[in-house]
C-alpha cells in the first residue's frame, strides 16, 4: 500500500499532522529563541537613539513573528517531498483533492491574523516613539513629549530644535536656540528629545542618520519635522537618501553626540565665535527657502546694482528655466 | 538547428550584449579622463595651486557656462580644467584670481571662511584700470549678501574646506566684466584672494565644488556648469610619493 493512494485512513493524516505541527513548534522555538537573544542585539540600525532602538525591537519582533510561518512553509514541503513522494514502480494516480472547510478556515484566520498582528503593532510602534524617526511634514502628528522653549540648557526636558538644509551637495546645520549659528558638522547632546527641520534648498534631497534612525525627506520649502533622542555618546555619519545629481554619493556629513555639557560648552563656544566674526548677523532669520530675493536682510540696493547681467549678480530663482 | 550552431549563436549574443556594454562604459567613462590635470610639485612642503573663475569660457559646445581655470606651474598657461594633483601632506597655498561678478549665497553660511589655516583669506581688489582700492583685507567672513562680494566658492567638503571666493567690486564690475577666457588682470577688474590648507599624508581623490548656484539657465542655478567637470566642480588628487 502507497501513501498516496485512496486508501490513506484518517489516522495517517492526524499523525502526520501532528508530526508536521510538532517539528513546526519545536524549529519556531528554536529559531526565535536564536533571532531574539542571539541576533536582536546586531540588528541594524543599533540602539544609539530610541529610535533606532524601537526600529531594531520592530525588527526583532516581525523576524520572530514571521520566523514560524518560513519554517511551517519549508517543513510541510519538505516533509510532502520525503514522505509522499511516488516511489519507484508507484504508477497510481495522486489522491484527488477535495474542498476542505476545517483547512480552508485555518489558513483564513491564520493568515487574518497574521495581517492584523502586524498592522497593529506597525501603528503602535509608529506611534509610540513619536513617528519612528521618520519625517512627518510640517505638522507632526505624533509629537515627542518636551519642553519648547527659545533656549536650551543641560539637565532640562528642553526640546533641542536643529534645522537641517540640504543643499547639493553637502547638509548644514542650524541651531534656532543659539542665536541661529550654523555647522557642518551635526553636534547633538544625549538624552535630550530633538526636533529636526529638515529642509533643501534646492532638490529632494533626504536626511538619513543611519545610527540615530532618523529618515526624512528634505524639500525645497517645506519644513519636514522629525524626532530622536540620543541614548549613547559617539560618532556618525548622516548621508543624503535621495539622489540628488552628480555628487549624490559624496554628500555625507560626520556627527557627533556628546555628553549635555559638553554640547553647550561646543554650542556657546561656536554661537559666540559666529556671532564675533560677524557671520551671526549675516545670517537671514529662521528661514525655509533661503532664497537671497526674498529674505529681507539682503542688501537691496546692491542686487538692484548688480542684477542688472546675468554675470554680476544675478541670482537664479526658482522661476528660472530649467534649461536655456 | 542543431544544438552546437544553437550554443554558438547564443555565445555570439552574449558576447554582443557585453560588448556593447563595455563600449558604452569605455565612452562615457572615458570621455571624462579625457580632461587634463594639472600636476603641482611641492616645494618645501608647500604647493602653490594657482586658479581663477571667469564669468565665460573658452570651450566651443558651452562658452556661457561660468568656470574654473588651473594654471600650468611649469608653463604659466591657463588650462581649462578641474582636475588637479597635489603632494600628500603637503601645505596648500590656493590664489585664485576671481573675474566673476557677485552672486548670492543660496545659504549666506558659505560666508564664512573654513578649514584654512589660521580660519582666514587674504583679498584683494582690483578696478579694470589695475587700480586696487582693498589690499590685503585678512578675513573670516566675506559676505555674500549684504554686500555682494562672493562670487563662487571653492570648497572641499571631504576635508571641511570652505571657502568664499571674493568677486570684484560690485558697482565696478556690474557691465565691465571680463569677457575672454582666460581671463587677464590687464583690463578687467578681479579680486585676488589666498589662502592655505593642509593636505592628508595619505593619497586619495577629493572632489571640490563651488556652492553659489551659478548655473544660469537652469533651475535655481544648479545643475550645468554647478554638476560638470571642467567647470564649477573639479577633483583634487592627493599623490602620495
Known amino acids: 500500500m502507497t501513501e498516496n493512494s485512496a486508501e490513506v485512513t484518517a489516522s495517517d493524516s492526524r499523525r502526520h499532522g501532528w508530526t508536521i505541527f510538532w517539528i513546526v513548534i519545536v524549529l519556531s522555538l528554536i529559531a526565535d529563541l536564536l533571532i531574539w537573544f542571539v541576533g536582536k542585539p546586531h540588528f541594524p540600525p543599533g540602539d544609539m537613539s530610541t529610535s533606532a532602538t524601537h526600529q531594531q525591537f520592530d525588527i526583532a519582533v516581525l523576524s520572530v513573528s514571521a520566523a514560524p510561518v518560513f519554517i511551517a512553509v519549508v517543513t510541510y514541503f519538505i516533509y510532502s517531498v520525503t514522505t509522499w513522494r511516488a516511489r519507484g514502480g508507484d504508477q497510481g494516480d495522486g489522491e484527488p483533492i477535495y474542498g476542505n472547510t476545517k483547512v480552508a478556515a485555518t489558513w ?17 510602534e509608529l506611534i509610540n516613539p513619536a513617528g519612528a524617526g521618520a519625517g512627518e ?20 526636558n528642553d526640546m533641542l530644535e536643529i534645522q537641517a538644509i540640504g543643499q547639493q551637495w553637502t547638509w548644514t546645520f542650524r541651531y534656532p536656540q543659539f542665536g541661529g549659528m550654523e555647522s557642518s558638522v551635526l553636534y547633538l547632546p544625549v538624552n535630550t528629545p530633538i526636533e529636526f527641520h529638515v529642509t533643501s534648498l534646492d532638490v529632494i534631497h ?38 540628488c545629481g552628480i555628487w549624490h554619493g559624496a554628500m555625507y556629513n560626520q556627527g557627533k553626540v556628546e555628553s549635555q555639557t559638553d554640547f553647550e560648552t561646543w554650542a556657546s563656544g561656536l ?11 549675516a545670517l537671514p532669520a529662521y528661514s525655509l527657502t533661503y532664497d537671497p530675493t526674498v529674505v529681507p536682510q539682503l542688501g537691496q540696493a546692491v542686487v538692484k546694482v548688480d542684477g542688472i547681467t546675468g554675470a554680476a549678480g544675478y541670482y537664479y530663482p526658482p522661476s528660472d528655466p530649467v534649461t536655456p | 538547428m542543431s544544438v552546437p550552431a544553437r550554443a554558438a549563436a547564443l555565445l555570439v549574443a552574449v558576447a554582443a550584449v557585453i560588448g556593447l556594454g563595455v563600449f558604452v562604459a569605455i565612452y562615457y567613462i572615458g570621455g571624462s579622463s579625457a580632461l587634463p590635470t594639472v ?28 568656470s574654473y581655470y588651473v594654471q600650468d606651474p611649469t608653463t604659466k598657461n591657463w588650462v581649462h580644467t578641474t582636475l588637479f594633483s597635489v603632494p600628500a601632506g603637503s601645505t596648500v597655498h590656493v590664489t585664485i584670481y576671481g573675474y566673476d ?22 583679498v584683494s581688489q582690483f578696478d579694470n584700470k589695475g587700480k586696487e582700492y582693498v589690499t590685503d ?9 549684504s554686500d555682494c562680494n562672493v562670487g563662487h566658492t571653492f570648497a572641499i567638503p571631504d576635508l571641511g574646506l570652505f571657502v568664499p571666493v571674493a568677486s570684484p567690486n560690485a558697482d565696478l564690475s556690474a557691465n565691465n566684466l571680463c569677457a575672454s577666457s582666460p581671463c587677464t588682470t590687464s583690463g578687467n577688474p578681479y579680486s585676488l584672494e589666498t589662502f592655505s590648507f593642509k593636505v592628508p599624508a595619505s593619497g586619495g581623490v577629493y572632489r571640490w565644488q563651488c556652492f553659489v548656484p551659478c548655473g544660469g539657465g537652469y533651475l535655481d542655478g544648479n545643475n550645468g556648469p554647478m554638476a560638470t567637470l571642467g567647470y564649477m566642480m573639479g577633483e583634487m588628487d592627493v599623490v602620495s610619493s
Not at chain 1, 511634514?137 to 532640562?156: F, Q, R, V
Not at chain 1, 556671532?275 to 551671526?280: A, Q, R, T, V
Not at chain 2, 583685507?137 to 549678501?145: C, E, L, R
Open chain 2, 101 to 122: 561678478g557677485c552672486t548670492p549665497l543660496r545659504n549666506n553660511y558659505w560666508s564664512q571662511v573654513q578649514g584654512t589655516i589660521g580660519g582666514k583669506v587674504t
Open chain 2, 137 to 145: 583685507d585678512n578675513t573670516g567672513v566675506i559676505n555674500g549678501w
Open chain 1, 108 to 124: 483564513i484566520i491564520g493568515t487574518a491574523v497574521i495581517v492584523l498582528w502586524a498592522f497593529a503593532f506597525g501603528t503602535f
Open chain 1, 271 to 281: 554661537q559666540v565665535r559666529e556671532g564675533s566674526d560677524g557671520l551671526l548677523s
Open chain 1, 137 to 156: 511634514g510640517p505638522n507632526p502628528i505624533w509629537n515627542l513629549s518636551a519642553t519648547k522653549s527659545s533656549s536650551w540648557s543641560p539637565d532640562s
Open chain 2, 39 to 66: 600636476h603641482y610639485t611641492a616645494s618645501g612642503g608647500v604647493t602653490n595651486v594657482v586658479l581663477q573663475e571667469d564669468p565665460q569660457n573658452d570651450s566651443s559646445s558651452k562658452p556661457d557656462w561660468v
Open chain 1, 206 to 243: 533626504s536626511l538619513w542618520i543611519y545610527n540615530l534612525g532618523v529618515k526624512a525627506d528634505a524639500n525645497p520649502g517645506v519644513d519636514n519635522v522629525a524626532y530622536t533622542t540620543a541614548k549613547q555618546t559617539g560618532d556618525f555619519v548622516l548621508r543624503c537618501n535621495e539622489l
